[in-house]
Every structure is written in structure tokens, then in C-alpha cells.
């Protein structure tokens, strides 16, 4: 890794709190700080096992653009790898106003500071920081839904579906710009579902553990029929690790698991390994219940990652039915 001193945002999330978990072991020499709100989403019990002494954690919010600055200013980062974002459609469907926030202005302020504060003009790169590089993790959700056929690729024109993607549809833009505008050295991932450890509890498949071993109701949206492509939290961050080491600048990589799988499959596979090794009275399976489905609910998300796997050599280690276990363990763990 060329940089010495990186900026993690919303290190304190899901994906976040995994990567920053994974990069502070596996680059010793280089200094983390890791930034994140601690909204809701972000929870320090994510990051109990990192105490290195090339790891920092500051609490702050990208929307204030004074702290950016006086972080660049405090620590002279020559990396930033950002993750924070509000994620969750459900809510952005109830409060649109705060994906606008974060996802787009938040954005802005972070790639407005690196660009000021890395560079002299246009193209040209203040001394020290000629290799300093922005990378924005996105979502496939910016691409819309497909029909039961087809993937999407980097070149799919975007199409988002609900307030939260089309937030971060504009903030890969914003960022996208500041590359064909001054010349900066920007990479952008797209990534699909992410599953695993650390998971926040709302979601889809810590909900059905959870759920299932309460024996409360295990909730599914419509008819249990929309696709999506699941990929290991661990995978992802190794895909976002060799992005920003060796993703070529300006380019999107597009990180997707090739597991398609319906909700019906996903709640079917969790309940039938928790019969195998948590046995109730009859099977979890007589738990699922159907509910009425979001609004603007996407059908079917499946990613071609093709480029990454080819340009720069990554490929994921689990698939879903590997991956699964190890995240079912980890929540049997945390919810006893």
C-alpha cells in the first residue's frame, strides 16, 4: 500500500467495522483513522478486537466540513477509503432528507477537502501527495432492478429506484467528476449484498436468525421471489483492498459474490442449518411468515464481476452456502 496515513469513513458500520478490522492487521505500517457518526448503524462493539497502535477512531460527521479540514490539516492523510452512508432503503423511504445529507453533501465535503488540500490545480498533484487516492464504495442498487435475465456491468446506465440509491447514484457522480474535471485519483467499487458478521440487526439475515431462535414470526417481503446476488463481508473487503492498491485511477470495479439467491432460498437454507444445529420443538421453517412489500421493492440485483476478477485478480473465496455457516455461528454467538 503506497499510502502512509488513511482516512476510513463509517468504519464503524457493517462493512466499515469489517475492513477496518481486516486492513489495520494486514498493513502495520500504515496509520488508520477511522471517522463514523455513530448513528444507529455504527457501534464500537464492532471494533472491540482492534486496538492497534496504527489505529485511531474519531467520532464526527462527514456533513461538517470544518472537522474534515482540520483532520486533513491534523494528519495529512494521503488515503481516504470512504464508506459512511445511510443504507437502509426502508428508511430512506421514511426520511429521504438524511440520505440527501450524508450520501451526497457528505460526499462532496470529504472529495472537496482531499482535492484542496492534495492537490495545487487541475492535474497537478502538491508534492508528497502525487500518489494520494479517493476511494468511494457505492452500491448495484445505483443500476436499478433487472428482469429475470442479465447482470449488471460498469457500463449499465444508472437507474435508482429509491431515495437511498438514487443518493448514492449522485454521489458516485460528484465523485466521477472530480476525476474528468481536475484530474484526480479516484476509484469507485459497486458492490452487491453483503452479508456476515456485524451485520446490523435490521437486516435481512440477522433478522431470520434472530427471529428464528426468539420463535417469533420470521418476517418476508411479497411472495419471497426477489433476487439478490450475496456476497461475504470478507470478500468484499479484500476486493476493496486491491481496488485501492491497484485499481486503475477512474475507473469502477464492479464486486458482486455470483450467488444469486431468492429470499425464499436465503430463509429455507438459514432455518434448515438451524434445525441441524440449534433443534426447537418442530422446524423454524413453520416461523416464516409472508408481509406486505416495500414500496419500489427492486426485483432482481445480479453483478458481473468480470473486471475485477480479470484486471486485477480477485475472486471470492466463499460462496453463499460456505459463507452462510460462518455467519450463522457468529450471530448464535452474539444473540446467546
Not at 467528476?177 to 456485524?198: A, D, E, L, R
Amino acid at each position: 500500500m503506497k499510502s502512509k496515513i488513511v482516512l476510513i469513513t463509517g468504519g464503524a458500520g457493517f462493512i466499515g467495522a469489517n475492513f477496518v478490522e481486516y486492513i489495520v492487521e494486514a498493513y502495520p505500517n500504515t496509520h488508520f483513522v477511522n471517522l463514523d457518526k455513530l448513528t444507529y448503524a455504527g457501534d464500537l462493539d464492532n471494533l472491540k478486537s482492534v486496538s492497534a497502535s496504527n489505529y485511531t477512531f474519531v467520532e464526527g460527521d462527514i456533513c461538517n466540513r470544518d472537522l474534515i479540514e482540520s483532520l486533513f490539516n491534523k494528519h495529512q492523510f494521503d488515503g481516504v477509503i470512504h464508506f459512511a452512508a445511510e443504507s437502509h432503503v426502508d428508511n430512506s423511504i421514511k426520511n429521504p432528507g438524511a440520505f440527501i445529507d450524508t450520501n451526497i453533501t457528505g460526499t462532496f465535503n470529504l472529495i472537496d477537502v482531499a482535492k484542496s488540500f492534495w492537490m495545487e490545480s487541475p492535474n497537478i498533484y502538491k508534492p508528497k501527495y502525487e500518489h494520494a487516492r479517493f476511494h468511494h464504495i457505492s452500491t448495484d442498487e445505483v443500476y436499478g432492478t433487472l428482469g429475470e435475465k442479465g447482470l449488471f456491468t460498469e457500463t449499465t446506465p444508472y437507474a435508482p429506484n429509491s431515495p437511498y440509491s438514487a443518493s448514492k447514484a449522485s454521489s458516485d457522480f460528484i465523485v466521477r467528476s472530480y476525476f474528468h474535471t481536475y484530474g484526480m485519483n479516484v476509484v469507485t467499487t459497486n458492490c452487491s449484498n453483503n452479508y456476515g458478521p456485524k451485520q446490523h440487526d435490521e437486516k435481512l439475515i440477522p433478522t431470520i436468525i434472530r427471529k428464528a431462535i426468539s420463535g417469533e414470526q420470521i418476517p418476508i417481503y411479497g411472495d419471497g421471489k426477489n433476487v439478490r446476488d450475496w456476497l461475504y463481508v470478507l470478500d468484499h473487503c479484500k476486493g476493496i483492498e486491491l481496488v485501492f492498491k491497484t485499481g486503475k485511477s477512474g475507473e469502477t470495479y464492479n464486486i458482486g459474490g455470483r450467488n444469486e439467491r431468492n429470499n425464499l432460498y436465503i430463509v429455507d437454507t438459514i432455518c434448515s442449518i438451524l434445525d441441524e444445529i440449534k433443534p426447537s420443538a418442530k422446524s423454524y421453517k413453520e416461523q416464516i411468515s409472508f408481509v406486505s412489500d416495500r414500496p419500489g421493492h427492486d426485483f432482481r440485483y445480479a453483478i458481473d464481476a468480470t473486471k475485477i476478477e480479470n484486471e486485477l485478480g480477485w475472486k471470492a473465496d466463499e460462496n453463499f452456502e460456505s459463507g452462510i455457516k460462518k455467519t450463522i455461528d457468529w450471530y448464535l454467538n452474539k444473540y446467546n
